[in-house]
């Protein structure tokens, strides 16, 4: 007999709830499974759906626009996530969920290009770690007034070493 989520937390088994969660993080997980685990009254339970590559994209969209900051982080995480979800998260009011964003390989250039103006600093480290930022994106990040994101922007570029390289003199 299967039980559903919302069963799970009415009768406090949260040792289920733990191991729906788990199964849901499997990358062998049913798309079908996965599914159903969209509406889950358990945050937990839908992050870990919103974070599987085998999501189906219809309830990675669903995913993207919920209440809770961490199920659209992991959707902003997840490569799977299609270009359409990953633009909108681009611009979440959550700075987490942009970080996130800022470094899925899969965020399409616009959306990194407008990131790269975002107010929070940590967003803007997540572009010059993220493979897919375009040259020009990291040279404007090198203008940045934040040293150490100004060097790390350089050195991806090649044309300073990261800081952690360079020689301090007094």
Same mark, same amino acid.
């Given at each position: 007999?299967?039980?559903?989520?919302?069963?799970?937390?009415?009768?406090?088994?949260?040792?289920?709830?733990?191991?729906?969660?788990?199964?849901?993080?499997?990358?062998?997980?049913?798309?079908?499974?996965?599914?159903?685990?969209?509406?889950?009254?358990?945050?937990?339970?839908?992050? !870990?759906?919103?974070? #599987? =590559?085998? /999501?189906? +994209?219809? $309830? &990675?969209?669903? %995913?993207?626009? @919920?209440? *809770?900051?961490?199920?659209?982080?992991?959707?902003?995480?997840?490569?799977?996530?299609?270009?359409?979800?990953?633009?909108?998260?681009?611009?979440?009011?959550?700075?987490?969920?942009?970080?996130?964003?800022?470094?899925?390989?899969?965020?399409?250039?616009?959306?990194?290009?407008?990131?790269?103006?975002?107010?929070?600093?940590?967003?803007?480290? !997540?572009?010059?770690? #993220? =493979?897919? /930022?375009? +040259?020009? $994106? &990291?040279?404007? %990040?090198?203008? @940045?007034? *934040?040293?150490?994101?100004?060097?790390?922007?350089?050195?991806?570029?090649?044309?300073?070493?990261?800081?952690?390289?360079?020689?301090?003199?007094?």
């Amino acid at each position: 007999m299967e039980i559903s989520t919302k069963e799970l937390v009415e009768t406090k088994r949260y040792d289920e709830a733990n191991e729906v969660w788990f199964a849901a993080r499997s990358q062998s997980a049913a798309p079908e499974f996965l599914s159903s685990l969209s509406d889950s009254p358990i945050w937990f339970i839908r992050s !870990a759906a919103g974070g #599987n =590559k085998n /999501t189906p +994209k219809s $309830i &990675l969209a669903k %995913l993207s626009t @919920d209440q *809770n900051v961490t199920v659209r982080w992991k959707v902003a995480n997840n490569e799977a996530t299609p270009i359409e979800i990953l633009r909108k998260l681009a611009a979440d009011e959550d700075w987490d969920v942009r970080y996130a964003a800022a470094g899925n390989v899969g965020t399409p250039e616009d959306a990194l290009a407008r990131l790269a103006k975002d107010e929070v600093i940590h967003v803007k480290f !997540a572009l010059v770690a #993220n =493979k897919s /930022t375009t +040259k020009e $994106i &990291l040279q404007e %990040l090198a203008k @940045d007034s *934040n040293n150490n994101l100004s060097a790390l922007a350089k050195a991806a570029l090649g044309i300073a070493a990261p800081p952690s390289k360079q020689k301090v003199t007094k």
